[in-house]
């Protein structure tokens, strides 16, 4: 076999400008795909990260029903404290499960006694919403932290309300809220802090005490809207979910919801996983059409030299695997080069990061990586349709009529 | 002991609804150890002889016992293995592989065809390369060879399998009278020294001469046995 690959090696050699260009266009599709995988992973991870960290959690148990009235924060949509309990016992039981912050959402006016808007405001008990979101307290653009989050009395408010309305942390603002009983209630509180704007879903909302939050709705039960869920790791996410809706399907009344059920940014997700699956498909295309092309040429241009070897009598099947050898020595070395090209460039990207706009964010930086399993799969893809493109050249080689290919001119 | 025995062989191509014959009811036994040469113009029907006794092709009528085998017989694959095992062949362009050197060309077969070990290819590569004088241009490439010495490399390939039967397609064809008359020469000494038989095509009177047997073909017929031993 080291024979009939050092073979093809000089036969790949002998034209070698073809070599050259059939070779390149393969690098440049490993390239692009790498470096498409790397990065729009890179960006996916960012998102994520930044929806699931700082915002969603990983997923959210709610009472049967919110998920769909969600844009108008019902307050009579509630869990109630049994509800919560039953909750609490099957996340404690989950292992996958390493922290939750129960939350009370709802909507509210905002005055910083000259102007009024609306704001979302979520009640958290502070530590536990920091260990459930711990990207939170970086997005604190002005103000500070207080235990692990904001002190009763205080609100984080998002920076949007806070240019607006020309508000800093130490300022009073003035919160009014619907009760349930369809009362109104309002409350000074002191800004704390200014969250920078994120994107998606809870990404300018406001966050208050979860005390503060039952006293200014006047609630008498501890109730709360939802319970956002870290895991250890995301792609526990499927399993730890369907584990968790099982131990909740007795309580009836509660439903479990994974962070791509609850953010749009899952169809960007969806929609950049197709396009990594068009990309590969263009791949292939590229490998085949290139491979097969010059596989073809080297078979014209070797009628005669096939004839002698068939004609003293080389079996059929070692010609066959001298033009696959060709056609794969391609691809490794398509595959080497390319893999090896994209590795320098992520490192490159990392060492000059590119930052960019989503959304109303700004700057973020991509931090590109590139995983041993996607190259692996690309490698494999490419050698994989090197050989599959040489079948059809390599079999016509080692079937080839003697005598006919020895008359070639 | 003949090493080919051919009777009523023959061979019809068919050009759409036209029976072209090419060689017409040929008989005719080679001894071992002979020099052997078809003779004839072109379109005499040589070259279909070679090929049919190099079992590249099938008679249409007629037998062929090659080595003792009934060749006409054997399926694509058999006559592969067939070919690999016990024939060598010289052709008239040389067909030495331009990106192996003169050594890695005599290994070919050896390697290729019949999977020798390294040790044992090393060997009968050596020995080769001094048996034709080219031991000091082992290293070199066929576009650094002259026709002469590609030719002197073709005969060594031949010979590496050490082929019982070596057959040769116009083998001086594209060589100078001097040359063509040592590569001759060189197939005489090993036919000699190896014992192998050699058939070659020509349709040079001058080469002609340097046979000791010749079969003469005219429009695919056997027109003169000299010196071959006559058959059926």
């Given at each position: 076999m080291a024979k009939i690959l050092k073979l093809a090696a000089r036969n790949l050699a002998r034209y070698w400008r073809r070599t050259l260009l059939t070779s390149g266009l393969v690098i440049l599709g490993v390239v692009a795909v790498l470096l498409f995988i790397a990065v729009s992973g890179s960006f996916k991870s960012l998102i994520v990260g930044q929806i699931t960290d700082s915002m969603l959690g990983h997923l959210q148990v709610h009472r049967r029903g919110y998920v769909a009235s969600i844009d108008n924060l019902p307050l009579n949509l509630n869990m109630k404290p049994a509800a919560v309990a039953q909750a609490e016992k099957a996340l404690e039981g989950d292992d996958a499960v390493v922290a939750w912050s129960p939350r009370l959402k709802f909507g509210s006016m905002f005055s910083n006694f000259t102007e009024t808007t609306s704001i979302r405001l979520n009640g958290v008990l502070p530590e536990r919403e920091a260990a459930a979101m711990p990207m939170l307290a970086g997005r604190l653009v002005q103000g500070s932290v207080a235990n692990g989050l904001l002190e009763r009395g205080k609100v984080l408010i998002p920076e949007i309300i806070a240019r607006g309305m020309k508000i800093k942390p130490g300022d009073t603002v003035v919160l009014v809220a619907t009760n349930l009983d369809g009362s109104v209630n309002g409350q000074t509180f002191v800004v704390q802090g200014v969250l920078g704007d994120v994107t998606g879903p809870g990404g300018r909302d406001g966050y208050v005490h979860l005390e503060d939050a039952r006293a200014l709705l006047r609630m008498t039960e501890a109730e709360v809207s939802e319970i956002a869920v870290r895991l250890k790791d995301l792609g526990a996410l499927p399993a730890a979910k369907a584990r968790i809706a099982a131990a909740l399907a007795g309580a009836g009344a509660l439903e479990v919801h994974g962070w791509d059920q609850l953010s749009p940014f899952a169809n960007i997700a969806r929609m950049i996983d197709l396009l990594d699956l068009f990309i590969r498909v263009m791949l292939v295309g590229i490998v085949l059409i290139a491979v097969m092309n010059v596989m073809i040429m080297a078979v014209y241009e070797r009628i005669r030299e096939i004839g002698m070897i068939s004609a003293i009598g080389t079996p059929p099947r070692r010609i066959l695997a001298l033009f696959l050898a060709e056609g794969a020595l391609l691809g490794v070395v398509g595959t080497a080069i390319g893999v090896a090209l994209s590795l320098a460039l992520v490192y490159a990207l990392n060492v000059w990061p590119v930052q960019f706009a989503f959304g109303r964010e700004q700057q973020l930086v991509l931090a590109p990586s590139l995983a041993g399993a996607d190259a692996l799969l690309i490698g494999a893809i490419v050698i994989v349709m090197a050989i599959l493109a040489s079948l059809q050249p390599a079999w016509k080689a080692a079937r080839m009529d003697p005598i006919t290919a020895l008359r070639h001119v | 002991m003949n090493v080919v025995v051919a009777d009523k062989l023959s061979k019809t191509y068919q050009a759409g609804a036209v029976a072209v014959p090419a060689v017409r009811e040929a008989s005719f036994a080679i001894g071992g150890g002979s020099l052997v040469a078809f003779v004839?113009?072109?379109?005499?029907?040589k070259s279909t002889l070679l090929n049919m006794v190099g079992c590249l092709d099938h008679p249409s009528a007629g037998t062929l016992q090659v080595l003792g085998t009934n060749v006409a017989s054997l399926d694509r694959r058999a006559a592969a293995d067939f070919r690999g095992a016990n024939l060598g062949f010289i052709f008239q362009d040389f067909n030495l592989i331009p990106v192996l050197s003169a050594a890695e060309n005599i290994e070919y077969p050896l390697l290729m065809v019949q999977n020798r070990p390294a040790a044992e290819r090393r060997a009968r590569v050596m020995e080769l390369l001094e048996a034709v004088g080219m031991a000091e241009q082992a290293d070199k490439r066929p576009d650094q060879l002259s026709g002469g010495q590609k030719q002197r490399v073709a005969v060594a390939r031949a010979l590496a399998t050490k082929a019982k039967l070596v057959l040769a397609d116009e083998p001086t064809a594209n060589l100078d009278h001097d040359t063509a008359y040592r590569i001759l020469e060189l197939m005489k000494k090993m036919r000699d020294e190896q014992g192998t038989t050699f058939v070659f095509s020509t349709h040079d009177p001058k080469i002609v001469g340097e046979a000791e047997v010749v079969l003469t073909l005219e429009d695919g017929r056997l027109v003169n046995n000299s010196g071959a031993k006559a058959h059926g």
């Open positions: - | 004839g113009p072109s379109g005499s029907g």
